[in-house]
């Protein structure tokens, strides 16, 4: 392995953002290790692009896989350089009827499942001096609407997290970026979502019509061009 090659971790890469940065990361030479959910994804991904594309079990709902696949990057390639907390879901429905339940598997997500993976990897790159961690939030994460308070709940907290992560790595060379993706296409909307039907008449004319406008503009978002991925994520 060439000591010039950098080590990218980018959670969620079966789809959407993480797939296409993926991609990109790779046709720059570069090592990408990516998270999946199935095995045979996992197994497809190493076939991708051998010496370079390398895929781990990982669910970011359950902190033991996340450590041990950590551990795991660490063990064969000595370093991480790069982190992309990409992986996270939207769940859909008014905030009084979205259960507890659901409340807190939002924020095992796209809260807790990246607050491990940092973490994990900060001792290393506290070690070596430097690291790029890169949040994937969401506009959702500076703007709450009806239909997605819990979702933005969330996204408010990874902006916060990450605003004063940057600020306590500045002066060990450590970089933290928040990316806040509008609307482009993806599954978000769709596979990717999780929607609670309102059930409430008195939020049929916010909550409702907000969720069918998103289940709409499934897969009809603008396209995000090749272009564009580089520019989010140069530097």
């Given at each position: 392995?060439?000591?010039?090659?950098?080590?990218?971790?980018?959670?969620?890469?079966?789809?959407?953002?993480?797939k296409?940065?993926?991609?990109?990361?790779?046709?720059?030479?570069?090592?990408?290790?990516?998270?999946?959910?199935?095995?045979?994804?996992?197994?497809?991904?190493?076939?991708?692009?051998?010496?370079?594309?390398?895929?781990?079990?990982?669910?970011?709902?359950?902190?033991?896989?996340?450590?041990?696949?950590?551990?795991?990057?660490?063990?064969k390639?000595g370093?991480?350089?790069?982190?992309?907390?990409?992986?996270?879901?939207?769940?859909?429905?008014?905030?009084?009827?979205?259960?507890?339940?659901?409340?807190?598997?939002?924020?095992?997500?796209?809260?807790?499942?990246?607050?491990?993976?940092?973490?994990?990897?900060?001792?290393?790159?506290?070690?070596?001096?430097?690291?790029?961690?890169?949040?994937?939030?969401?506009?959702?994460?500076?703007?709450?609407?009806?239909?997605?308070?819990?979702?933005?709940?969330?996204?408010?907290?990874?902006?916060?997290?990450?605003?004063?992560?940057?600020?306590e790595?500045?002066?060990?060379?450590?970089?933290?970026?928040?990316?806040?993706?509008?609307?482009?296409?993806?599954?978000?909307?769709?596979?990717?979502?999780?929607?609670?039907?309102?059930?409430?008449?008195?939020?049929?004319?916010?909550?409702?019509?907000?969720?069918?406008?998103?289940?709409?503009?499934?897969g009809?978002?603008?396209?995000?061009?090749?272009?564009?991925?580089?520019?989010?994520?140069?530097?």
């Amino acid at each position: 392995m060439s000591t010039e090659k950098k080590v990218w971790f980018i959670t969620g890469v079966s789809s959407g953002l993480g797939k296409q940065l993926a991609k990109e990361v790779l046709s720059q030479g570069q090592i990408v290790v990516g998270t999946f959910r199935k095995q045979a994804q996992v197994e497809a991904f190493n076939n991708e692009n051998p010496g370079n594309s390398f895929g781990v079990l990982i669910d970011v709902a359950s902190s033991q896989m996340i450590i041990d696949g950590i551990k795991t990057i660490y063990d064969k390639f000595g370093k991480i350089d790069v982190v992309v907390n990409n992986a996270g879901y939207g769940i859909m429905g008014s905030i009084e009827e979205i259960s507890d339940e659901e409340v807190r598997r939002q924020f095992e997500v796209n809260v807790f499942g990246v607050l491990t993976t940092i973490r994990e990897i900060l001792p290393h790159m506290r070690k070596q001096r430097s690291g790029h961690i890169i949040n994937i939030t969401s506009i959702a994460g500076r703007i709450g609407s009806q239909g997605l308070g819990i979702y933005n709940g969330s996204k408010f907290a990874l902006e916060g997290i990450g605003e004063a992560l940057a600020a306590e790595l500045k002066p060990l060379n450590i970089k933290v970026t928040n990316v806040e993706p509008g609307p482009f296409r993806t599954e978000w909307a769709g596979s990717s979502a999780a929607y609670d039907n309102t059930k409430i008449e008195d939020y049929e004319s916010t909550v409702g019509e907000r969720i069918r406008g998103l289940q709409g503009l499934s897969g009809n978002q603008p396209m995000v061009t090749q272009k564009k991925q580089q520019m989010l994520f140069t530097n």
